[in-house]
């Protein structure tokens, strides 16, 4: 059975930093990419970073040069260490293949504000 348990969010000032981390369950981590998705409120869920399971990278441009996804195929892990932090990068993460194709968790809030 497919899971994703995405942990790690909080409060952090403007420019500060934090390391999300998702746990995926099941085979579909060793199958395809997989994204970290954000979603602030009234606005639709988006991709910001991708990682293949060749390690080509895709990022949104809005995050590109302060964000990475780091990926663990030992541990079925993948992270996203976000640093420069912008009050706009407030909002829900999620963590998923790339496309999405297994259920949504719960996500990790991350607040950005001084």
């Known amino acids: 059975q497919v899971q994703f348990v995405e942990s790690g969010g909080g409060l952090v000032q403007p420019g500060g930093s934090l390391r999300l981390s998702c746990a995926v369950s099941?085979?579909?981590?060793?199958?395809?990419?997989m994204g970290w998705y954000r979603q602030a409120p009234g606005k639709q869920r988006e991709l910001v970073a991708s990682?293949?399971?060749?390690?080509?990278?895709n990022y949104a441009d809005s995050v590109k040069g302060r964000f990475a996804i780091p990926r663990d195929g030992a541990k079925n892990t993948v992270d996203l260490q976000m640093n420069s932090l912008k009050p706009e990068d407030a909002a829900v993460y999620y963590c998923?293949?790339?496309?999405?194709?297994?259920?949504w968790g719960q996500g990790t809030q991350v607040t950005v504000s001084s």
């Open positions: 099941g085979r579909i981590f060793s199958l395809y990419a």
């Open positions: 990682k293949s399971r060749g390690g080509s990278t």
């Open positions: 998923n293949t790339d496309p999405p194709q297994g259920p």
